[in-house]
């Protein structure tokens, strides 16, 4: 979920695996247009849309330039390097750096159709983004979903790679060191980078976040990797690791790590 400080009108977020920027929107949504969000995308076409939709809202709310969302054509991780992603048209949030690792598809076509029957805002976001998809949101959720994953099956045939930019995020606190004095929410969705963007965190960077919440693929152990690196070198004293439904027995897991206690984190 989202945990926004109450105390900070303006809370800085970095929204790190943008994709078509929902969860940037959603930020936008819950603080009246006031959170100064910097979202990173690497793949050009992604963050194409990216930046059409958050200039929609820099428009709904009236910001200025400095106030408006930041897009930001590069993804983070633990060094500046070119990688290639495999892009899945139509599909972005399926293209991946490491494809292998990318939920099974009827899991994340499950996923999807739970989150559009219980999130109104988001179906409202969809239901406009294509005529096709329109009609496909109307369905009863197991027939949606047996759709969506038949959609998607198609889909991952057409995928390309693309090389694209990574850069640490410590670079990027270092560069807009006036405008990033803190971190108020950090949200890292970057289907099997997560460890990656974490190594990409100097020490002395770590007191600047206060929440973040992470999608994490636990290969490799990974996921006791994350944990250690939160509650040790990020010192985040609240740590809660929990798995979707849809995704137990998978390898798929969320973690929220805060400063605070969880229920006085926020909105």
Not at 45 to 56: D, I
Not at 166 to 191: C, G, M, P, Q, W
């Amino acid at each position: 979920g989202v945990v926004l400080p109450d105390d900070v009108d303006a809370p800085v977020v970095f929204d790190v695996g943008a994709n078509v920027g929902l969860f940037a929107m959603e930020v936008l949504r819950r603080t009246n247009g006031k959170a100064r969000v910097h979202s990173f995308e690497p793949v050009p076409a992604t963050c194409a849309v990216l930046r059409a939709n958050l200039q929609r809202f820099t428009r709904i709310y009236g910001l200025s330039p400095r106030e408006a969302p930041q897009v930001h054509n590069y993804g983070l991780g633990a060094e500046s390097e070119q990688v290639r992603i495999h892009y899945v048209p139509h599909l972005s949030a399926m293209s991946s750096e490491h494809p292998s690792e990318i939920p099974d598809v009827d899991e994340f076509a499950a996923a999807f159709a739970k989150k559009m029957m219980e999130d109104p805002e988001q179906r409202k976001i969809h239901l406009n983004a294509s005529p096709l998809l329109s009609l496909v949101l109307l369905l009863p959720r197991p027939l949606m979903t047996a759709v969506l994953a038949w959609g998607m099956r198609g889909r991952m045939h057409e995928s390309s790679p693309i090389d694209c930019e990574i850069r640490r995020l410590s670079d990027v606190v270092d560069e807009r060191a006036s405008e990033v004095e803190r971190i108020d929410f950090l949200k890292v969705d970057v289907e099997g980078n997560e460890l990656a963007v974490l190594q990409g965190i100097r020490d002395e960077h770590w007191p600047k976040v206060q929440a973040c919440a992470l999608e994490v693929h636990d290969t490799h152990d990974r996921l006791r990797e994350i944990e250690t690196i939160l509650r040790r070198k990020a010192g985040m004293k609240h740590v809660r690791i929990s798995q979707e439904e849809v995704f137990e027995g998978s390898t798929v897991y969320s973690v929220f790590a805060s400063r605070k206690p969880f229920e006085d984190a926020g909105r």
